[in-house]
């Protein structure tokens, strides 16, 4: 389930809690050839992972169950009867290999393939060992998209098309419109790439003669260039993936919520039930909504930075590096503290705090002497040597008071006639041998004066030996 198959599913959610309604989870999964039977639970776990509850759906029952069409093969047969019965349906004998003779005979002709132009004139009776087709009364269609407006089509776009497989199992376009109906369905809301359907469901709504619920059609998400439907090769994750690298659910759904849809002003952060009191339909855009990760985690950031420090540390349970079990919770909360500012998402934790727990490689901090990333060390490399031996002893006297370093780290500034854009950057490598570290005072205050002390010594032996 990637960002466009939960946004629809989102969009439905939204308007569902707006009505104070019910939002349902249906598995349909007649298509058998592509039936994969851990897709279920994978759609349970990613609707739970964002707090997306459906009041009915196959694991929880409901007044118009089951839930999954596989098990409502009866309740179609039903229907495809009174359609049968009607004349509104027929057995198709057409073998596949005589479907593509078809196919191909009226594209030689340059005219559009209409089954219903190649209609049986006797078929068989209906035994269910064949494929069952609608009988389509092609006709002129007007109707209203909740998103889109007036929408119109010709007759052209009207056709037979098979209702019952010869397997036993109904189409979408079949099984769907009886479900709707069945469990009071008032909103459909889905993609774009069903519009040209959309007449086809018009004529069997009215062969079964049932009022058809509101459509919505969904303009895609699209490519981070904004020039084609978004895929797996434009980076298109799977929700689980984000919601298992520290993605914030509520974050999720806020970046979702506002991909191709806005409340008309330029609020960009909101809580769900902000969404759910805001959220209209009429209010989607009809261009397609651009994909951009950059936001997402721009957006994410912004949730992290908004949690309390008792919040975000239960929700960083399981990003923590393995080196930090042995520490105890007041320290970790300390250095949560501390790269909070910088997280975008949780599993950077790992990354910006394992210094915390496990001194720097010796290789590491080398590596970053002798090749900083920072602009000031790379245009004008200083003494490292002096600048660390000097750092050491102004931080011997210190109490390690977060107040008592940054009055002693400003005076080492104007002491050695350097700028904290060179001073600063030779401390980060030394006490944590990486290209990123929190604000340096906070850092040294949370590691104290015995490990800070120790790095640094470490630190200059490195560069005594030759880095």
């Not at 209906?126 to 009364?137: D, I």
């Not at 974050?251 to 919520?257: G, S």
């Amino acid at each position: 389930m990637h960002v466009g198959g939960v946004r629809t599913a989102l969009f439905a959610w939204l308007v569902a809690k707006q009505a104070k309604g019910q939002f349902l989870l249906r598995i349909e999964d007649t298509d058998r050839t592509r039936h994969v039977e851990e897709s279920e639970q994978h759609i349970i776990d990613s609707l739970r992972a964002l707090g997306l509850d459906y009041n009915e759906g196959p694991d929880i029952g409901g007044s118009y169950g089951p839930y999954r069409q596989s098990e409502r093969l009866d309740i179609y047969r039903q229907w495809a009867q009174k359609l049968i019965d009607k004349d509104r349906a027929y057995a198709d004998p057409t073998a596949e290999d005589q479907l593509e003779h078809l196919r191909a005979e009226a594209k030689a002709a340059k005219k559009p393939f209409l089954y219903r132009n190649y209609r049986p004139t006797n078929p068989p009776k209906w035994s269910g060992r064949m494929a069952l087709r609608f009988k389509s009364e092609p006709k002129n269609y007007q109707w209203q998209d909740v998103v889109l407006g007036e929408l119109q089509t010709g007759q052209e776009a009207i056709d037979d098309f098979i209702i019952i497989k010869s397997d036993g199992f109904p189409t979408y376009n079949f099984a769907h419109i009886v479900d709707d109906h069945l469990m009071k369905i008032s909103h459909v809301i889905r993609s774009q790439e069903f519009l040209p359907s959309i007449p086809k469901f018009l004529n069997l709504y009215e062969a079964l003669e049932i009022e058809r619920p509101e459509l919505a059609t969904l303009p895609y998400v699209m490519g981070p260039e904004g020039k084609k439907k978004l895929s797996k090769r434009d980076g298109a994750k799977d929700v689980l993936e984000y919601v298992q690298e520290g993605y914030l659910p509520e974050a999720l759904i806020n970046f979702m919520a506002s991909l191709g849809w806005n409340d008309g002003t330029e609020q960009e952060i909101f809580s769900v039930d902000e969404l759910v009191k805001k959220f209209d339909l009429a209010r989607v855009q009809r261009a397609g909504a651009r994909f951009d990760e950059q936001r997402l985690m721009w957006m994410n950031g912004r949730y992290i930075r908004s949690l309390s420090l008792d919040k975000l540390y239960r929700r960083s349970a399981d990003f923590w590096p393995a080196k930090a079990e042995q520490a105890n919770e007041s320290y970790k909360k300390k250095v949560l503290g501390l790269v909070q500012e910088r997280l975008k998402f949780l599993a950077e934790l790992t990354t910006l705090s394992i210094f915390f727990f496990e001194a720097p490689s010796a290789d590491a901090v080398k590596n970053f002497y002798k090749n900083p990333v920072d602009k000031q060390l790379v245009k004008a490399p200083p003494d490292y040597g002096k600048f660390l031996s000097a750092l050491v002893d102004e931080l011997k006297a210190s109490d390690f008071s977060y107040s008592d370093i940054q009055a002693r780290l400003n005076d080492l500034l104007k002491k050695l006639d350097t700028k904290p854009a060179v001073l600063f950057p030779v401390v980060r490598i030394a006490i944590s041998g990486s290209s990123v570290s929190p604000e340096i005072f906070g850092t040294l205050e949370v590691l104290g004066r015995e490990e800070t002390l120790k790095r640094l010594d470490i630190a200059i032996t490195i560069l005594n030996q030759g880095a």
